[in-house]
């Protein structure tokens, strides 16, 4: 009979018994971190080998032991017993015989196949599951290894004691508080899934039981998540959100509502949280008794939280937009013809197990959303409200991530001061990328965001990014709740200062002017009112659902068909505005 040499867990202190899925009650001491933010200090000595033995199971036994769920970035999803959130790996034994583990090993580098050996006192139960914990505290017992789990991708393997592969995979760039598993329990269908299950049942998928491994070469390859945003900003998504406000955070909200309180986050079945809930708006304040506008920051109280992939969600009540799909459409424009601009649908919000209604559901504008758009996303990125490009307002830009360098701004405003037009806008090439300038006008002009930038005294609702790669400042539109009305109103009628001297450079001019044609042809060509008559009717059984909105359901319903009388006769009124094409 073959034999193997076992590896006998030194550590002083270790516990011995099996551990399932942070069962205590985190009474025990904290664990001591290293300076470094790694492993703790009091992680224990390593593992040593003392003897062989002969095997306990066969390999037509244990062969069927697979690697069945693993989580390479946790934040808010499983606890060990010292209230942490490590890395964590769950096999799962589909035979009829409880096994052995005391020797075992989980690997993260395949030519070191027995490089985290489990130690004794550990098994698997006959038809179930053992999650282990990757943060080596050996202190807390042997399903705890000296291991970690690479969010960008790597290798994982489960070895014999004398080394031999019963299963490996290699594995995609993984997303914060999804876990990739097999689904169902040990078959080959790898998923990456939101409803976590350590030592628990897989959710069903297609795939079949696998038999036992003959050769592990090569190994399964589990798939990257991807981008998982869109599940909660895809366009045509209508995700629901329930908020559960303990009494004294919904309290601090009435009185103190644009600071965060801890809230959590139900999507789909899940709960997710703690995160962060405040109340946002200015025209379109509600208290929290009502149905405000809400900003939620996912990780304002576990610095590495992720929501499908996002730090932030904005919930705009639309309480001045009585179509309540002004947004919807204005952004989804916006980003078509070629501008960063934030995604956005519709959400259906409940707080309290009270229907709150429909909310507008835009991406934030923030370091994830700049990574979306740009190669480069740490340069520093400012939110406009009331400011223009001269030197009295460049310090009331707010900074919202990155650096405050305000060179490019301070820059643009000196270019803006020269009395020339063509020379200013000459002056101001370095400092803004002109030709994007002038798209994102025409595209107000366009959608009729004739209360932002450049349209406003000063400029608001837009955001501007100063590119560390092309050295020149982006703008990104922002609060698009008042478009699609208006639209008889002048597109000339601007009070920027870039867009004045714009406008009074006959090159920069006609530059904006082809911009506006070719951004209605682009309109057109989506066929835009045949996409209002869609989403109206997608949205309808939630409008009539929300009894919180300020205005009828009639109301909404003749808004909407102002949006319908805006885009037919569109191409008609900005004929009599500017030069035809």
């Known amino acids: 009979m073959r034999r193997y040499a076992l590896i006998l867990l030194a550590a002083a202190g270790c516990n011995s018994g099996s551990e399932v899925g942070g069962g205590s009650d985190g009474s025990l001491p904290s664990p001591t971190p290293t300076p470094d933010g790694g492993r703790p200090i009091d992680a224990g000595p390593p593992m040593v080998d003392a003897k062989v033995v002969d095997p306990k199971v066969p390999p037509s036994v244990d062969g069927r032991i697979t690697i069945n769920e693993m989580m390479a970035s946790n934040a808010l999803s499983l606890r060990d017993p010292m209230g942490a959130s490590p890395d964590w790996v769950e096999l799962y034994n589909p035979t009829d015989m409880e096994i052995p583990l005391e020797s075992y090993s989980l690997t993260t580098d395949f030519a070191v196949p027995r490089k985290a050996p489990i130690g004794a006192g550990v098994a698997i139960p006959a038809r179930g599951r053992l999650v282990f914990y990757f943060d080596g505290r050996f202190d807390l017992g042997p399903q705890h290894l000296p291991l970690e789990l690479a969010q960008e991708g790597g290798v994982l393997g489960f070895t014999r004691p004398d080394g031999s592969f019963i299963d490996r995979l290699t594995y995609g760039a993984q997303e914060t508080d999804f876990s990739a598993a097999r689904t169902p329990d040990g078959s080959a269908e790898w998923r990456i899934e939101w409803h976590v299950t350590p030592n628990q049942p897989n959710p069903s998928g297609a795939g079949m039981p696998a038999p036992m491994k003959i050769d592990t070469t090569p190994p399964e390859v589990v798939p990257p998540a991807g981008d998982l945003s869109e599940r909660i900003l895809g366009y045509n998504e209508v995700p629901r959100f329930e908020l559960l406000v303990p009494p004294a955070a ?8 644009r600071t965060y309180v801890q809230a959590t986050l139900v999507y789909d079945g899940r709960s997710y949280g703690p995160i962060g809930l405040r109340l946002k708006g200015m025209d379109s304040f509600q208290p929290f008794s009502q149905k405000p506008s809400l900003r939620i920051n996912v990780d ?10 996002l730090k932030d969600l904005t919930l705009n009540n639309m309480d001045n937009d009585p179509s309540m799909m002004h947004e919807r459409l204005a952004y989804y424009v916006a980003r078509s013809v070629g501008l960063p601009a934030s995604r956005s649908n519709h959400a259906l919000v409940t707080v309290n197990g009270q229907l709150y209604g429909l909310y507008a559901n835009v991406e934030t504008v923030k370091r994830v959303f700049l990574e979306r758009w ?54 101001a090439d370095p400092f803004v990328n002109i ?15 004739f209360d932002s930038f450049p349209y406003s005294q000063p400029g608001d609702d837009y ?3 100063a590119d560390p790669l092309t050295h020149r400042l982006h703008f990104m539109p922002w609060g698009m709740d008042e478009t699609w009305q208006s639209s008889s109103y002048p597109v000339t009628n601007i009070h920027s200062i870039l867009a004045q001297k714009c406008t009074a450079s006959p090159a920069c001019f006609r530059a904006y002017v082809n911009h506006v044609w070719d951004i209605l042809s682009i309109t057109e060509s989506m066929n835009l009112v045949a996409e209002r008559d869609r989403v109206a009717a997608q949205i309808a059984p939630f409008v009539v659902m929300d009894t919180r909105k300020p205005y009828s359901n009639d109301m909404v319903t003749s808004w909407q068909g102002a949006i319908r009388y805006f885009l037919l006769h569109r191409r008609d009124q900005l004929s009599q505005m500017l030069p035809p094409p």
């Open 250 to 257: 919904a309290m601090s909200l009435e009185t103190n509502p």
């Open 463 to 465: 955001f501007v990014y």
């Open 435 to 449: 030709d994007e300038f002038q798209r994102f006008w025409a595209m107000c002009s366009m959608v009729g965001q």
């Open 300 to 309: 304002e109280y576990v610095p590495k939280a992720k929501f499908f992939g």
């Open 374 to 427: 740009f190669m480069d996303a740490s340069g520093p990125l400012y939110e406009a409200t009331d400011v223009d490009f001269t030197a009295n307002y460049i310090p009331r830009y707010e900074l919202d991530s990155g650096t405050d360098d305000r060179t490019l701004l301070s820059g643009l405003a000196n270019a803006l001061t020269i009395a020339d037009a063509d020379q200013a806008i000459a002056a």
